[in-house]
């Protein structure tokens, strides 16, 4: 049976924008970035989930809202039933808190099953720590040894498990004496030495150079196999996202414009920014003579959204009942959604 570890409903964050003298003055209302717009998706036990799209798409914003590293606006997010965002906006009573179980003790215990993995391992490490340290600092932090002994053990365990091997040939080096691809399996070990459920990766191939990016893709796929881990998985890539992913969702501008698994999105896209991201992937077999969709003008300001649908604006076939109705997500089938009005019949057959 499918087991949900993550659950985010119609989740919204907005950014306030600092007001000039002059709209503070004249009692302006306050502009909003629409960083995330009503996100919804579940992630499962032992499934990886993507989130693609541009920079600027707001995928990063629900991974940092999903480990409460951020406080969202609005919505819900169920991490083993643990509501995340109404945690983060410190909206429990003392009785919500005593029930839920989240004194601080338990928010430890919940932080530790959710760990997340940055972008830029040359940033997201210490370098005046070991490599020991690194690993170990989360053990200690969430005071799950007893002893040495025992730290030693399981710092030597992640390691060796992310492919540094053997590990005692690693740990007393500072990062400055890692390669890249060395430093991200750090990181990875650092996070995985808590044992999480839930492992967040923020584009952890974009630094790394080519021929590092399929062994850590590779580290991350045995990981969810031997471990169950479920992986959200952020990307502007669909070449990796589509190697190894179960499932991807499409975001553009704050909203997942197409979800589903990720071979039935790759094969059969129905949106046409998925279209457009897709047919500028480099293949091997691809004719050159294939027809790329090369989208046009700069992504809509954030701040000021376009009427109707936020892709109208770069749509190679954008009609005008696009510029007033906003589509929300319709069913292709079962497990595969997109958000356009030429799913719908009466707009479909208007052109």
């Not at 630094?207 to 992986?231: F, G, T, Y």
Request: aromatic share 6%; charged share 20%.
């Amino acid at each position: 049976m499918t087991q949900t570890i993550l659950s985010v409903n119609k989740l919204y964050k907005y950014f306030p924008v600092a007001r000039t003298i002059i709209e503070r003055l004249t009692f302006r209302p306050q502009k909003v970035v629409h960083a995330v717009d009503g996100v919804t998706f579940e992630l499962n036990k032992g499934e990886i989930m993507a989130l693609v799209g541009e920079s600027g798409s707001g995928k990063t914003t629900v991974s940092m809202n999903v480990l409460g590293l951020q406080t969202p606006t609005s919505g819900q997010i169920l991490f083993q039933d643990n509501d995340v965002a109404r945690w983060a906006q410190g909206k429990l009573s003392a009785e919500e808190n005593a029930a839920l179980q989240l004194g601080r003790q338990q928010v430890m215990a919940l932080r530790r099953k959710a760990q997340m993995i940055f972008q830029d391992p040359y940033e997201s490490l210490d370098p005046r720590q070991t490599v020991f340290q690194i690993v170990a600092e989360p053990l200690e932090i969430h005071g799950l040894v007893q002893n040495e002994e025992e730290k030693h053990a399981r710092v030597k365990d992640a390691l060796e498990v992310c492919g540094l091997s053997p590990a005692e040939h690693f740990w007393d080096r500072h990062p400055d004496r890692l390669s890249g691809g060395q430093r991200q399996r750090v990181v990875i070990a650092a996070a995985l030495v808590l044992e999480p459920e839930l492992l967040v990766a923020d584009e952890p191939v974009s630094m790394l150079d080519v021929s590092i990016r399929a062994e850590i893709l590779n580290l991350l796929l045995k990981l969810r196999n031997e471990r169950q881990l479920a992986i959200l998985y952020t990307t502007h890539d669909l070449a990796t996202a589509g190697f190894f992913t179960d499932k991807m969702a499409v975001m553009y501008l704050g909203r997942i414009v197409e979800i589903g698994a990720t071979r039935d999105v790759l094969t059969n896209p129905q949106h046409p920014y998925t279209k457009a991201l897709i047919s500028v992937l480099p293949t091997p077999n691809k004719n050159p003579k294939q027809s790329r969709t090369i989208l046009e003008g700069d992504v809509p300001n954030p701040i000021n959204l376009p009427t109707g649908c936020r892709f109208h604006p770069r749509c190679p076939v954008a009609m005008t009942a696009c510029k007033s109705t906003d589509p929300q997500l319709m069913a292709i089938d079962k497990k595969h959604q997109a958000a356009c009005l030429l799913m719908h019949k009466e707009f479909a057959t208007s052109r």
